[in-house]
């Protein structure tokens, strides 16, 4: 256990020294190239704000407007005839949207029905295989000006769903009695 302390402790320090050695052996000015990738990120930074403005206050907006719990409640009763939790659709909806919300959300999930329950193990499941999707895309078509996503949105859309319904079955093959 102590090795993988001192490894973990060590391997950024250990890169950033291998960066450096390298570009000083390939005769790079390792550090303006430093400053100028940093004046680059800011540039990236000022183009992507917008967008990840209009994904936060677009989720903000359905949790506090009461769509989400309408959401919730409109699919309470197949919820229940699968014997999938509601606490799962809550990560469902939200997990396409925003990382840190669905951080938020699988939280208060632990929680309220324990690590072991069913709920938290199909809401781990969805946490590691589902994407940010509309923040993925917010931020790369963002970044390099893509207006004209066609089919991109709805193709990213279906396989969130198709992900999230494969992770609840692999959870209920594994853990449900």
């Not at 430093?34 to 000022?46: E, L, N, S, Y």
């Not at 469902?92 to 329950?117: C, E, H, M, R, Y």
């Not at 509309?134 to 963002?142: K, T």
Request: contains cysteine; charged residues 15%.
């Amino acid at each position: 256990m102590k090795t993988i302390q001192l490894i973990s402790q060590l391997i950024i320090p250990l890169f950033i020294l291998l960066v450096v050695v390298y570009g000083w052996g390939k005769k790079v000015r390792v550090y303006d190239s430093f400053v100028a990738g940093a004046k680059d990120g800011i540039t990236v930074v000022i183009k992507i704000f917008p967008y990840l403005l209009a994904i936060f206050v677009a989720v903000k907006t359905f949790q506090a407007s009461g769509a989400f719990a309408f959401t919730q409640e409109l699919f309470h009763g197949i919820l229940k005839n699968l014997n999938i939790p509601l606490e799962v659709f809550s990560i469902a909806i939200i997990k396409p949207l925003s990382g840190s919300a669905s951080i938020g959300v699988f939280t208060d999930i632990v929680k309220a029905t324990g690590p072991d329950s069913l709920a938290s193990r199909m809401a781990a499941v969805i946490m590691g295989s589902a994407e940010t999707t509309f923040y993925v895309l917010a931020v790369y078509l963002g970044a390099v000006g893509i207006k004209k996503t066609r089919y991109l949105v709805p193709v990213c859309v279906l396989a969130d769903i198709v992900g999230i319904f494969i992770a609840i079955s692999i959870v209920k093959i594994f853990f449900n009695s």
